[in-house]
């Protein structure tokens, strides 16, 4: 089946009208190679998680889209319009949105699915959050006949807390846990981004139905390899955007402990700070402890221009506000560009309650951690000025982020979660026509 650019364009200017696998396992060797048929693949995405965004969530879901395009045919649903150059198809759809968006899904459903009927669907994907395009995709599954794939990148429960906002809000998230968590029972196949994650999901779900494969995230090695060849400038970079969760007066402070004692400090900032309030403030904090003439800015740029950015420095700094529990199972997306990069991560936060970022960093050699700005501070001078340490830290770094090739894991995505999703829904669907 293939659907040419004229027809995705004209499907796009209707959509616009209308508005457990084990960690790390194997692709089989048995699917290597054979032509066994092509699916196609529908990605549901909202906009804010897929370029031009620029959030973590952006990255894993657009990578897997264009691997996954080298193996089937992909066309991806988001808010946006415009073919890609890639390989995947991208057609806009107004997606159900956050907030009260969802009160116009029954009117817009239909529209979804007259548009999507034509391009003869496979297997849908949708990533978790939001819980939208989960419902979205399931309504989709049962009207057009096909498996549902769910990614979950995060917990129901860290989405929606029932201790915070008014007694309605409360009563929402409950019941957004619990569509949540019925949505995941319902998909043929689920996969999540850590291993903790995992857990928590077959100890919440009570899960024994089918396995909870491992997907983790990752970076784009073959492209970050470039980073290692830069000239060194910076002595560490913080790359991504500065929200209250990265703890930046905390951050601020670290910062003004490490120029204490390390004068010459020259640190990069790559992120569309300048953009926001938040940011606004960072910069005030700046100057209020005289680290401007420390620090330059980079706007945020494109995945392609980061590793020229990334190389510049020694160290790549992240950061996270005491237990904040939607990143207790996850590693920040820097982090793995980070390592890619050949930097060793300096981590302000909490190994014990961050466990999957003390797994990826602490447990490799790959970096330091440390919640307390003082003694961060001093650590990292401790590195900076031990070339030799450093050098083979970087190197320690380095061969950890290969261990994460987006390249690779997408392959294992699509061969040990999609195709046999797809297999099995059709010969099942088989076995129920004789």
Known sequence: MVIDRD???AMSEYALSASKGTPFSRIPKDLVGEDKGKPHILILVEQKHFPPSHKAASSRIHSLARYWSNLAYVTVVTH???????GYSRIAFPLTGPRMDFLKLPSRFPKLLHLVRGLKVDVIFASFPPTWQILEGYLLSRRLGCPLVVDIRDLPAAMFPLKEGSFVRRIFNLSMRFVSYHLFCKASRIATVTDWLRKE???????RRKPIFLIPNGSDVRLFEKALRVKKEFDLVYSGTLIP???PVLMLKFLHCLRDIYPRLKLLFLSDILETALGSQFILGLRQFDLSKNVEFERMTSLRQIPDYLGKARLGIDSLFPEVYSHKGVASAKDYEYLAAGLPVVGL???????????????????IIDPDPESLARKTVD??????????????????GMRFDRKRLAEEYYYNVILPAWREFNARQSISDF
């Open 349 to 367: 936060l909490d190994p014990g309650f961050y466990v999957e970022t003390k797994r990826l960093i602490l447990d490799n050699g790959a970096g």
């Open 201 to 207: 999901l077959i100890k919440t779900l009570s899960y």
């Open 80 to 86: 946006k319009s415009g073919n890609s150059d890639e």
């Open 7 to 9: 027809t995705i364009l």
């Open 245 to 247: 969760v990265r703890n």
């Open 383 to 400: 590195l900076l000025k031990d070339p030799a340490r450093l050098r083979e830290m970087s190197k320690r770094a380095r061969e950890v």
